[in-house]
């Protein structure tokens, strides 16, 4: 439903006629080669899978990871976090790794796809503190984002107070989460492989920065995007991801309210947000359905 609604607002904001133009005379050498970074970001993603699952004593063969990866993304289409289900259950059907163990995996790589975003997220506001202090000062009370960022800080010191010492049900299952997830982390550097874990954990998001950068290209209005524009463009962009099934629909709006920062046009943002979505789109729909398809088939071959 906020997917509907968000494409809605999205055309609102542009005309039919004009976003048709947009993908007429959008330069599709840049897509292709966006594209190319997309796929290779993908196969990583697979190929790193391999280093999760050989320490429990089982080996994945490539072709699978692959097919389950690009079936993952198809199935988070349809409904929500269920491509991730989809994929342990591949693994379990194909490969014989119990679901649990399976699943405990793509958790474990989730977190560490969390920790290099944030640590996106953190680079962004390094190198552009001073462009963002003077967007946030000029629209809002200076002394009223020090109070919110101190009230911030003293609701989250006062949570982790009462997470510590309550004994509810709520608060044992969060810090049963945030220990999980600290001890998901702390996995990958005991694991066998780690060094190419984490290398290809950072080519993965290397890549998807290199397919939104260029993507850019596409379009004349937004081929000369500052070095701000990229990073906040593509972080929201990656959060919108999590908004929708998918970033149906808030992709384009994601990509618009990032860009509007940099008073670029809502018309060219909006475009070059379709454009990014649907050419990703495509390439999962394509490949996903290839691989939901030939999954049986190789493994009735081998």
Not at 19 to 38: D, Q
Not at 116 to 133: G, P
Not at 170 to 195: D, L, P, Q, Y
């Amino acid at each position: 439903m906020l997917g509907v609604l968000l494409i809605w607002y999205s055309l609102s904001k542009i005309s039919i006629h004009e976003l048709i133009a947009y993908f007429k005379n959008a330069n599709y050498t840049y897509i292709g080669i966006g594209l190319v970074f997309g796929l290779l970001s993908h196969l990583s993603r697979a190929y790193r899978w391999k280093f999760m699952i050989e320490p429990m004593g089982y080996t994945l063969r490539y072709p699978n990871s692959i097919m389950a990866v690009f079936a993952t993304y198809l199935v988070n289409y349809t409904i929500p976090r269920a491509g991730e289900i989809t994929r342990a259950t591949i693994l379990t059907n194909y490969e014989g790794v119990p679901f649990e163990k399976g699943f405990g995996t793509i958790v474990a790589e989730r977190i560490a796809d969390m920790v290099v975003m944030l640590s996106i997220v953190a680079v962004t506001l390094f190198l552009e503190f001073d462009f963002i202090y003077q967007f946030f000062t000029e629209r809002f009370d200076p002394f009223k984002i020090v109070i919110g960022i101190v009230g911030l800080c003293v609701m989250a010191l006062l949570f982790f107070l009462f997470l510590k010492k309550s004994q509810s049900k709520i608060a044992f299952k969060v810090r049963s989460f945030v220990t999980g997830m600290i001890e998901g982390v702390c996995s990958i550097f005991k694991m066998k492989n780690k060094w190419a874990f984490i290398f290809h954990t950072c080519f993965i998001w290397g890549m998807y920065i290199l397919m939104f950068y260029v993507t850019t290209w596409a379009i004349p209005e937004t081929s000369n995007l500052p070095l701000a524009a990229i990073l906040i463009g593509f972080i929201s962009a990656s959060f919108s991801v999590a908004a929708t099934n998918g970033g149906i629909g808030s992709y384009p709006v994601a990509v618009y309210a990032a860009f509007s920062i940099f008073a670029i046009a809502k018309e060219p943002s909006i475009a070059f947000g379709w454009i990014m979505w649907s050419s990703q789109t495509l390439m999962i729909i394509v490949l996903g359905g290839l691989s939901l398809i030939y999954l049986p088939i190789y493994n009735r071959i081998k």
